[in-house]
């Protein structure tokens, strides 16, 4: 009996000491700064908050310090072998350019958001991090001081970078005067409208727009009569492809500036930027919404609009299907004319119809950026490596391709045939790294010189007097909460044409006048005010 | 001749609702296996047109990868239910027992965690900070081990058990680890099946744990892999100015494949447990 | 004196303790360190500083949700589903347990099987499996309705229908569960209970009532109570995805959860998202400890604490 107790015992005992220390490990208080080192006189740099963090110099240690850079992408498609080989390649190149290795962090972009928030509310050392305003929010962020103040860091460690975008766009990161986020070159200009399939516009007598700026413009009206038209010949086929809505995010059709997304009451017209309205108050507002309501009814958009937008499965194979007639996608520029032929498999490249002119604006440019960590350890080398990424070609394809003959072949100087069988195959998103327009393309996937195309693309847009303002909403919280969560239920039944807008917009209107979207509307005057004064 | 009719009753209800529950599954099947041509031009049918299997072929296309994940899942899974079967039912005996002084104590003690949580963030500090468990696969065992939902459910399947069994066997000169081990084990056997069985399937199902705390491919269990795979689907399309969606894939059957392969090994492990969850196990031990 | 007695009861039965002991380890690691994090819900975030040393702000983050017009509904329509959640599952459960008691084996395994497999299935794909059947042009009730001449329903803009289609799918996916649970309590019934009421002339009905279902009063208790604890929570996947977030359903399906989702969005302060998952907490926390109170009266057994 007590033999057999003490062995039970001493069982017990030592499952629960395994436990115990399984459990304990290493812990101690959670690390609340910055480490700290030895400070080195040629690297050492001053952010704008009031810690001072030092860096490494890598010689010194004969260890070369790695860095790590979040970005979204697809994990799925590398594999741990796949991604080492490509990891040796470019370390070893950046041993010789600047004396660091990387380490990137890919996360799908269904999880990038969640994981990214969870890394900087846990205060962890990374170094670089894409963020933008569609996801990983970068002015919520920056506003926490999340971020690094750049401003001493760029002319020393980023030349080729500072001196190719363009000073607005660095505007565009801005907030009370530091810079938080190294912009990446992409197509930044925006402007509303659809791509129509070539045979049904030349059907149709439809000329189409260029893509100049203003040029050729249809209105919505005139695009109205073209459906008419269509569904006379094809009463069956609905023509209008149902991507999305049109006042999604930007809304240059009407010639709105959004300051702060478009769930937020607060816009200014680009014809007069010194003007805050509520967007949601407008005629334009109100006549679109009429005008989808009436669309519905005749059959020019998808009878359960409403709901039908947020199936995108559906939406993929109703694209595929022959009768499919029109492509619409976020802005109507040339390279998303190639992508909508891939998408809908048309033989040949759609026809633009645009609907608004082309506007530069700050949310053109956040929609790519790339910021460095408050807690990274260095700064200065995660400068440099982005303005590397920026200004050579070899080493940011490498970084997105992988490794030639291996993972990829390349067909011509900037065409490229992914290797989807081994083991590292174009994971990463081409928009999210620094310089897009010195990226190759993929075959079949677009033109081999889109990224030129792209290029003047931008170049004619009208840039808003309002670049570099992000709007600051720490006083106004609870109301921009609030009233985003009333928009965001009327969204879908508005502007999809669910609901009779004549009965419906009052109804919105005086929940978020009781959310306080008044009070919304004079904080962001009151900082228009004082950013157009300066 | 009543009970022969109820009998009757009872079997054709049971199988009413056998029927109907497993209809929306049977779509689900369906759906994985129909081409997306068809889904859209013909709707939603029982019958498929055509069958084709592109969408588990599109998803398996990374066969290495899927049998790792397969492998981290089993591990997991296993060591996971092993362990979180005998630690909750440790905490949930010392609950049942009433005579036990700090048995008022542990049951605070437990509901209290049920209640409150601390949130996101501070649970991914203490994990990756405090403890140090990121990435690693200690991480995926651990968070999910004693949940104190679990803890109530295998005490309240404990208290089943009648205390004159305990009292007679501390009677009889038992030591508390004797009886625990030689009598409470072998009656809650049904109770250490169910808890066991949902232990089980909350390890296989899991993707979240996963998703907050592994980097490492390596390391990825399988339905955070299918998550991965089929999320960034939806995205990609949700976004495609942005991305360059270049490749033609199946979508609703895809989705649809990913649910059929995480429930397919959990069809082979019911029947496993089934065997503990039959009438057959009685007490037989109440002595007079 | 009462300490000796405490002590003298430990120290006989400190094996409870040890068997006890891992598990409180790991509650207490996992469970309890984390909740230093409710600071979070009253201060001002600043990620310079790290989250624990930003500095206090008081309530602040509580007021966005109570000064909400809409913290009425969310609230009410957050209680109303989750108490028919509670009252459906718990009945359905209980007579399917009971029924599954009576039958014989092979129907049991089949039925358990297939009862159990929903609740595997995940919220995305079983909202395909329900547009199947509640789609306006392909679904299988509008096409029946169809075929018999009626007009269809557009149930996706209809929010009163959604009291009943919410209710259907939760019971479909936890019923497998619950009964799976109540069953097993159910074996451990002594049969010669059952056997002592045929010699005593009842009937089956009454076997029922006495018997089965006054064994399984306590069980019920049990998870009824841990329900109402949890009642201001929602399953966020549930009412996010089978609903397609479409807004015209929100005066039915507009929960706490959701609705905090798309306000954060926007905002993405995490101070305020800790303030309601507090306030949901305590909430729950209040009711419990009540009806914890009124349970001891009904069953002692069942009774959390």
């Avoid at chain 1, 907030?175 to 930044?188: F, R």
């Avoid at chain 3, 302060?269 to 009540?290: D, E, K, R, T, Y």
């Amino acid at each position: 009996m007590k033999g057999k107790l003490k062995r039970a015992l001493s069982a017990a005992l030592v499952i629960t000491l395994l436990g115990s220390t399984l459990l304990t490990g290493c812990g101690g208080s959670p690390t609340a700064g910055n480490t700290s080192s030895e400070t080195s006189a040629s690297d050492s740099s001053a952010a704008d908050s009031s810690e001072a963090v030092e860096v490494k110099t890598p010689a010194d240690d004969g260890v070369y310090p790695t860095l790590t850079w979040y970005m979204p992408g697809d994990p799925t498609v590398i594999t741990s072998e796949g991604y080492e080989a490509v990891s040796k390649v470019l370390n070893d190149y950046l041993e010789e350019k600047i004396g660091c290795h990387l380490e990137l962090k890919i996360y799908a972009f269904s999880e990038y958001d969640q994981k990214c928030s969870t890394v900087i509310s846990a205060g962890e050392h990374y170094d670089l991090m894409f963020t933008c305003d569609w996801i990983n929010n970068f002015s919520t962020n920056a506003g926490s001081n999340a971020y690094l103040s750049l401003n001493d860091l760029l002319a020393a460690n980023a030349p080729e970078a500072m001196a190719d975008i363009p000073e607005y766009m660095w505007q565009a990161t801005t907030i009370n005067g530091n810079i938080y986020a190294m912009p990446a070159l992409q197509v930044y200009a925006k402007n509303d409208g659809v791509f129509m399939r070539k045979d049904i516009a030349e059907e149709f007598g439809v000329k189409g727009s260029s893509y100049d700026n203003g040029v050729d413009k249809y209105t919505l009206e005139e695009l109205g009569d073209i459906y008419a038209q269509i569904k006379v010949k094809y009463p069956d086929v609905i023509p209008d492809d149902c991507g999305g809505v049109f006042w999604t995010y930007l809304d240059e059709a009407n010639d709105f500036n959004y300051l702060s997304g478009f769930d937020v009451p607060g816009v200014v017209r680009f014809t007069d930027e010194g003007t805050v309205i509520n967007q949601f108050k407008s005629d334009e507002f109100m006549n679109y919404c009429k005008t989808v309501y009436d669309w519905v009814k005749r059959g020019y958009l998808q009878p359960d609009f409403a709901s039908y937008v947020t199936q995108t499965d559906q939406l993929a194979l109703d694209r595929m299907s022959p009768d499919h007639m029109t492509y619409r996608a976020g802005f109507t520029a040339p390279n998303v004319a190639a992508m909508a032929k891939t998408i809908c498999g048309w033989e040949e490249e759609p026809v633009p119809i645009i609907l608004s002119d082309k506007y530069a604006v700050t949310s053109g440019v956040t929609q790519s950026l790339t910021a460095i960590g408050i807690n990274s350890d260095y700064p200065d080398l995660a400068v440099k490596l982005y303005n590397l990424a920026y200004s050579d070609e070899w080493f940011v394809n490498t970084m997105i391709y992988g490794i030639e003959d291996v993972n990829y072949t390349k067909n011509s100087d900037t065409e490229v045939t992914v290797n989807k069988e081994s083991n590292y195959a174009a994971p990463l998103a081409t928009f999210a790294i620094a310089n897009q327009f010195i990226t190759w393309v993929q075959q079949g996937a677009s033109e081999p010189d889109q990224w030129e195309k792209a290029k003047a693309f931008c170049e004619d847009a009208t840039p808003s007097e309002l670049f570099g303002y992000i709007f600051d909403s720490s006083s106004v919280q609870n109301e921009v909460a609030n009233c985003a969560a009333i928009y965001t239920e009327y969204r879908y039944p508005l502007l999809c044409g669910a609901v009779d807008p004549e009965t419906t917009i009052p109804q919105m209107l005086d929940r978020m006048e009781k959310a306080g979207a008044d009070k919304i509307i004079e904080e962001m005057q009151k900082q228009i005010d004082e950013f157009l004064g300066k | 001749m009543n009970i022969k009719i109820s009998k009757i009753i009872l079997y054709l209800i049971l199988g009413l609702i056998t029927i109907a529950w497993i209809v929306p599954i049977l779509f689900i099947f369906v759906l994985s296996v129909s081409s997306g041509e068809s889904i859209s031009q013909y709707g939603y049918t029982l019958f498929p047109r055509e069958i084709t299997f592109d969408a588990y072929t599109y998803i398996i296309k990374n066969p290495a990868q899927i049998i790792n994940s397969y492998k981290i899942s089993i591990i997991v899974t296993l060591l996971g239910t092993f362990l979180g079967v005998l630690c909750t039912t440790g905490l949930a005996y010392a609950m049942s027992r009433k005579d036990f002084v700090a048995n008022k104590v542990l049951n605070l003690f437990v509901t209290f965690a049920l209640l409150f949580h601390g949130g996101l963030i501070p649970t991914y500090i203490v994990v990756t900070q405090w403890l140090h468990l990121g990435n690693t696969l200690w991480v995926l065992i651990l968070t999910l081990l004693v949940s104190p939902w679990n803890v109530f459910l295998m005490r309240s399947f404990i208290s089943g058990i009648p205390t004159e069994l305990l009292e007679a066997s501390f009677i009889d000169g038992a030591t508390e680890f004797q009886t625990y081990f030689r009598i409470v084990m072998p009656l809650a056997k049904p109770g250490l099946a169910s808890v066991g069985l949902l232990i089980m399937f909350g390890y296989w199902n899991d993707w979240y744990q996963g998703m907050l705390y592994i980097d490492d491919m390596k390391l990825t269990p399988l339905p955070l892999l299918l998550y991965k795979i089929i999320s960034n689907i939806q995205y990609v399309l949700q976004n495609s100015q942005y991305i360059n969606a270049a490749n033609n894939f199946p979508t609703i059957g895809a989705r649809m494949a990913t649910c059929v392969i995480a429930i397919a090994p959990m069809l082979l492990a019911f029947p496993f447990f089934q065997k503990y969850l039959a009438k057959g196990l009685t007490l037989g031990s109440v002595k007079g | 004196m009462k300490k000796n007695k405490v002590l003298k009861d430990l120290r006989r039965k400190y094996p409870l303790l040890i068997l006890a002991l891992p598990g409180v380890l790991l509650i207490l690691a996992f469970n309890y360190l984390p909740l230093t994090g409710l600071v979070i819900a009253f201060k001002n975030v600043d990620y310079s500083k790290g989250i624990f040393a930003s500095d206090w702000v008081g309530f602040k983050n509580f007021e966005f949700f109570f000064k909400s017009f809409d913290a009425f509904r969310i609230t009410r329509n957050t209680l109303v589903l989750n108490l028919l959640f509670i009252v459906f599952s718990t009945v359905i459960s209980v007579t399917i347990a009971i029924m599954l008691y009576y039958v014989g084996k092979n129907m049991l395994k089949v039925t358990q099987t297939v009862l159990f497999l929903p609740y595997l299935v995940s919220w995305i794909v079983t909202s395909y499996a329900l547009e199947a059947f509640i789609d306006s042009r392909n679904g299988v009730i509008n096409q029946s309705l169809s075929a018999i001449g009626a007009d269809s329903v557009n149930f996706y803009y209809q929010p009163n229908y959604w009291y009943v289609i919410l209710v259907i799918c939760y019971v479909w996916k936890v019923a497998g569960y619950y009964s799976i649970l109540y069953y097993t309590r159910l074996l451990s019934i002594d049969p010669t209970l059952y056997e002592a009421a045929d010699i005593d002339g009842a009937t089956t009905w009454q076997k029922i009532r006495y018997i089965t279902i006054y064994m399984l009063r306590p069980m019920i208790v049990m998870l009824v109570l841990l329900g109402i604890g949890n009642i201001f929570y929602s399953d966020f996947g549930m009412f996010y995805f089978l609903t397609r977030d479409n807004g015209m359903l929100y005066p039915v399906t507009d929960v706490i959860d959701t609705y905090i989702y798309r306000a954060l969005r926007t905002i993405n302060n995490p101070g305020m998202g800790a303030a309601v998952g507090l306030v949901q907490s305590v909430l729950g926390f209040i009711l419990v400890v009540s009806a914890n109170a009124i349970s001891k009266k009904i069953d002692e057994e069942g009774s959390l604490f």
